[in-house]
């Protein structure tokens, strides 16, 4: 087995970054930063928790649920999830959170790293109000650096493209995948849900 284990090693291979790509990293929020956020429906949470193990978690919103307040900060609203907790637990462990930001249709993607805390201040909260609640909580964010993301992974996966999108029939239902991964570890007579019972419970919590 090769394997690629120092920096000039894995530098051989690719060579220098390129003037342009160094010198894009911004250490705040520009304009262009906060309009694409204030665009943006979905953003990918990453964050580490104890022993280095690493999380990514989809948040979703109506674009521009993720509120900047100024070049450095950023208020991201706790959503109703599964309550495993995953982010907020590694937050309490690890303050350093990285945010990817999509906007459909679009082919560049924003990426945030920063420090967070987990903030329960009313102010906070307020701003992040939606239609449906007051947020239990929000994630704070100081934004520590910001970077457009160049196009090419998206315009090779060709993701915005409707004629390449799969039916939900393609894989089997949350339900039954469920089934199979833990069946053995629940009561006998457990029922799961078919898919359209755990769409319609989602719509009721979202």
């Not at 309490?92 to 679009?106: A, C, Q, R, T």
Request: proline share 8%.
């Amino acid at each position: 087995m090769h394997n690629i284990t120092t920096l000039p090693d894995l530098r051989a291979l690719y060579g220098p970054a390129g003037e342009r790509s160094v010198k894009k990293e911004l250490p705040a929020l520009d304009v262009h930063a906060t309009r694409f956020i204030g665009l943006s429906p979905l953003v990918v949470v990453s964050s580490t928790g104890p022993g280095g193990a690493m999380d990514a978690s989809p948040r979703g919103g109506e674009p521009g649920f993720v509120k900047v307040t100024d070049a450095h900060t950023l208020l991201l609203a706790d959503s109703p999830g599964n309550n495993r907790l995953d982010t907020l637990q590694n937050l309490l462990h690890s303050p350093h959170i990285g945010l990817l930001f999509l906007v459909p249709g679009v082919d560049e993607t924003l990426r945030v790293n920063g420090t967070a805390v987990l903030s329960v201040s009313e102010a906070d909260r307020a701003l992040c109000q939606d239609a449906r609640r007051v947020p239990k909580l929000v994630i704070r964010v100081t934004v520590q650096a910001s970077y457009l993301h160049c196009a090419k992974a998206l315009m090779r996966s060709d993701l915005w493209n409707p004629a390449r999108h799969q039916p939900r029939t393609c894989l089997p239902s949350m339900g039954e995948m469920l089934r199979d991964q833990i069946a053995g570890d629940m009561a006998p007579g457990t029922p799961f849900e078919t898919q359209e019972q755990m769409l319609e419970r989602y719509r009721q919590t979202l």
